[in-house]
């Protein structure tokens, strides 16, 4: 099994900035990409910021100059660095991991992995 927990999500006031971590762990053989969606109420979920083992990023043109994502490959871990935070970044932030999986005996399998989420609220 492979998990994710995510964490750093809260409350902040419009133009401010929140940091979101996230770290994988279990039966990891390798980590291809990493990310995060969010989801807003009454909305479907969508791309936030999404990273390669290599250090390529996407970003949705939404959070485009506004947001960071980073990785640590050693640690298994992605963060997005939130600023200059607005009302509608109000959502739940999904971590994301697309990788690979060991079993017992050695056997390697594809494995797209979602956290639990954690609330980033923004008052305006």
């Known amino acids: 099994q492979v998990q994710l927990v995510e964490s750093g999500g809260g409350l902040v006031q419009a133009g401010g900035s929140l940091r979101l971590s996230c770290a994988a762990s279990g039966s990891i053989f390798s980590i291809n990409g990493m990310g995060w969606y969010r989801q807003a109420p009454g909305k479907q979920r969508e791309l936030a910021a999404t990273?390669?083992?290599?250090?390529?990023?996407n970003y949705a043109d939404s959070v485009k100059g506004r947001f960071t994502i980073s990785r640590d490959n050693a640690k298994n871990t992605v963060n997005l660095q939130m600023n200059s935070l607005k009302a509608e970044d109000t959502a739940v932030y999904y971590c994301?991991?697309?990788?690979?999986?060991?079993?017992?005996?050695?056997?390697?399998?594809?494995?797209?992995?979602w956290g639990q989420g954690t609330q980033g609220t923004v008052s305006s």
């Open positions: 994301y991991m697309r990788g690979m999986r060991t079993i017992p005996g050695g056997a390697k399998y594809h494995v797209d992995t």
């Open positions: 990273i390669t083992s290599g250090g390529s990023t």
